[in-house]
């Protein structure tokens, strides 16, 4: 991959490059993306599931879905995507990571500056007592009650029509608004916050950069669009940002 100069040294010499990452910088993993072919578990979408409604009508329903995705996470490894970023951290003193993502993958990968907006499936908290632990899949299997109070747990995550975490929230504007460079990797663009981060970013005058396999809701805020693989192509680019 070959850049213009101008971009080259822009690469080179802006040190605050946020990343905001979605599902498919784990699809290389095989951890499938929610609005992908492979987003189906049983009948059901992650909107139908993921939602404050869903688990009051059916919460076996709903933690058999998260217990199975849990699992199928737990035995995925980080992919070359995951590490660029990781290593992009060490190279930009003024590096972020805002991701969408529940899987862990990131931290697993060594990341340290890292949002993790809609939470991590890898850990619960109570619905009434709201003690927060992490998530032991052996033990969820058998009891979904909270070791404190006994009431149910439920998935420390984001779900459909739920606000989001103030201070994080507010951490992840101030972010955006600060950025030099923003990389916008793997997320469709379905979710609206995210999508005003780029927004935000671009507003105040970042480069945005978005790698996906497809063109997305973010790619009106692009001002380039790498088509691909996010594991092929970050490792490509990485060099540029030293
Ligand atoms: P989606 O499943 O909506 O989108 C995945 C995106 O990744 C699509 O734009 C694909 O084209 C792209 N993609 C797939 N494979 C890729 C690859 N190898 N390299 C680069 N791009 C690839 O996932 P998100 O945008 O993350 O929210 O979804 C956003 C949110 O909706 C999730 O965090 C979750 C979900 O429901 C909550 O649970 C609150």
Redesign the pocket.
Known sequence: MEFPSELKTKLKFSNKVLAL?????S??SGVP????KE?LWKQYR??EL?TPQAFSKDPKLVWEWYLWRMELISEKSPNP?HFALAELEKIKSDFFLIT???DGLHKRSGSEKLIEI?GNIFRNRCTKCGRSSASDLTKLKQSTECGSCSSLVRPD????G?SYDTNLLQRAIELAADSEIVLV???????GI?VELARIAKENGAFVIE????P?GYSRYADLFLQ????E?LPNILPYFK
């Open positions: 990452t979605g599902a498919g910088i699809a290389e993306t929610f609005r992908g987003g992650a909107e993921a995507a969408q993502n529940v809609h995550v984001l779900w459909f739920e990797i793997g997320s469709s663009g379905a979710v995210p790698i996906n396999i497809d997305s691909g693989k996010a594991g192509i």
